[in-house]
């Protein structure tokens, strides 16, 4: 794995080193013309090497890649949560309406629910995450 980090940051690196080694050379070398989309291109090249070492790592390392699914299964569980407390209280709220609202239907309080039921997402080691109440 080491070794092809080296070998990508090398690919990235080496045309903006050399582009500013053949400036330092020759003065001109800068006034040749497209010379600023290759620098600019080079450059952009060279900061990219860093967007790379997360592929690799979760390519070649099983344990990187086994904490990286974990964290992404945690952040969208988060996510999800909000949405699915949405939903389970919107499908409560109306279950129970309905449910109260069989034996006096002339009372308009019945059609409020008053839980308080609070939603959590529990990350299981073989689930990406549970609804459950608590």
């Not at 050379?25 to 013309?33: A, D, M, Q």
């Not at 009372?107 to 459950?132: A, D, H, I, Q, W």
Request: charged fraction near 15%; glycine fraction near 4%; aromatic fraction near 12%.
């Amino acid at each position: 794995m080491l070794v092809v980090v080296v070998i990508i940051y090398a690919i990235c690196w080496l045309p903006l080193h050399a582009i500013t080694i053949a400036g330092d050379v020759h003065l001109t070398f800068y006034n040749l013309p497209g010379m600023n989309i290759v620098w600019t291109a080079s450059h952009w090249l060279a900061m990219s090497n860093c967007m790379y070492n997360p592929f690799i790592y979760c390519w070649m390392n099983a344990r990187f890649r086994n904490g990286f699914l974990k964290v992404i299964r945690v952040a969208t569980c988060r996510f999800s949560n909000a949405r699915n407390v949405i939903e389970m209280q919107h499908m409560h709220r109306h279950t129970s309406a309905r449910f109260s609202s069989v034996g006096n239907r002339s009372n308009k309080s019945n059609f409020r629910s008053n839980s308080t039921t609070e939603y959590t997402c529990m990350p299981g080691r073989y689930s990406s995450g549970v609804l459950r109440d608590i």
